[in-house]
């Protein structure tokens, strides 16, 4: 059984968030910012928002993520990325990858899927 965490429309045939019945695990899809002309600090503070509603409506909270992966459009925005993302994590942050990809949905400047356990 899978239960579909949603909290508005998507942008393609995916499900933003899903908790798996019988397990603690809850995987949050790729999030992209909602303003893909905002500079890359805003994008970051975006998703981080938009994950985090996603993990409260499934019954937990950015400090119950296990895994995180960033992909960005530029490597060079990996400081400025690193620097807003690490306010979301204060202490114990999850296991991460980062890397650059060829092209993101949308032109997003960064997009970021996570792995969480309540």
Do not use: H, W
Not at 27 to 45: E, K, R, V
């Amino acid at each position: 059984m899978r239960e579909i965490i949603q909290t508005g429309s998507v942008a393609g045939p995916y499900s933003p968030a899903m908790v798996v019945s019988g397990t603690k695990f809850i995987f949050i899809s790729g999030q992209i910012a909602t303003d893909l002309d905002a500079d890359i600090i805003i994008q970051t503070q975006q998703i981080m928002k938009k994950a985090e509603v996603l993990l409260e409506n499934a019954g937990a909270y950015l400090s119950d993520v296990v895994k995180t992966t960033i992909y960005l459009s530029d490597i060079n925005d990996f400081q400025a990325v690193n620097e807003e993302y690490a306010k979301s994590f204060p202490s114990n942050p999850p296991t991460r990858v980062t890397l650059q990809a060829a092209a993101l949905p949308l032109n997003a400047g960064l997009m970021i899927e996570m792995i969480a356990i309540r």
